[in-house]
């Protein structure tokens, strides 16, 4: 029996009144679109209408921690506050070691972002060893051996802005 990931979702929760971001890095962009479409059927899926799925982009994972708290700053300035936003990324490991820096650096910079926003960040960054391990957790390898992990932050994001919201 498989023991890591997710499991069945033990209950659904009603996303129809909430607004959620997603904010996507655009490097590895066919990894990255698999997972982003992976989030927005499966919230669609617990009831969050399309119109309320914002999609914003930065030019990569870096640019997350700021690009995100920007976001969600504006939405709620311009009256459309979110419930919950996921940063995207995929990291795949190169020959030098920028792929470490911004690993850690970007993990511990979303994970403090939800105190200062006092709004849940689902944490949507891949880092990956190699392209295949990226495509298997996007749902798109060959053989397709694992699920979309953008569905898992999709749900995630849904119930902890149901549980944990604003
Ligand atoms: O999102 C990514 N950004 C990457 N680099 C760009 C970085 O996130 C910044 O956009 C750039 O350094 C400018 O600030 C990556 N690599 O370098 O390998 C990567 O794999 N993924």
């Known amino acids: ?34 997972l982003v479409n992976g989030a927005i ?3 669609k899926s617990l009831g969050v209408k399309e119109e309320n799925i914002i999609v914003e982009t930065v030019p990569g994972s870096y640019e997350l ?13 311009e009256g459309k506050p979110l419930d919950a936003v996921i940063p995207i990324g995929v990291l795949i490991k190169g020959s030098t070691m ?11 910079a979303l994970m403090n972002l939800q105190d200062k926003i006092h709004l849940p960040v689902i944490f949507g960054l891949l880092t990956c060893m190699t392209e295949e391990q990226a495509l298997a957790r996007a749902g798109i390898d060959e053989h397709h051996t694992m699920h979309n992990h953008g569905e898992d932050w999709g749900a995630c994001a849904v119930e902890m802005a149901v549980k944990f919201g604003p």
Do not use: C
Request: aromatic content about 10%; cysteine-free; overall charge positive.
């Open 1 to 34: 029996m498989a023991v890591k990931g997710l499991g069945k979702i033990d209950q659904q929760y009603d996303g129809s009144k909430l607004r959620i971001g997603i904010i996507h890095a655009r490097w590895n962009r066919s990894v990255i679109d698999a």
């Open 41 to 43: 059927e499966r919230m």
């Open 65 to 77: 921690p700021y690009g995100t708290k920007r976001f969600v700053e504006k939405q709620k300035k």
């Open 98 to 108: 920028h792929f470490e820096y911004i690993s850690d650096s970007v993990t511990h």
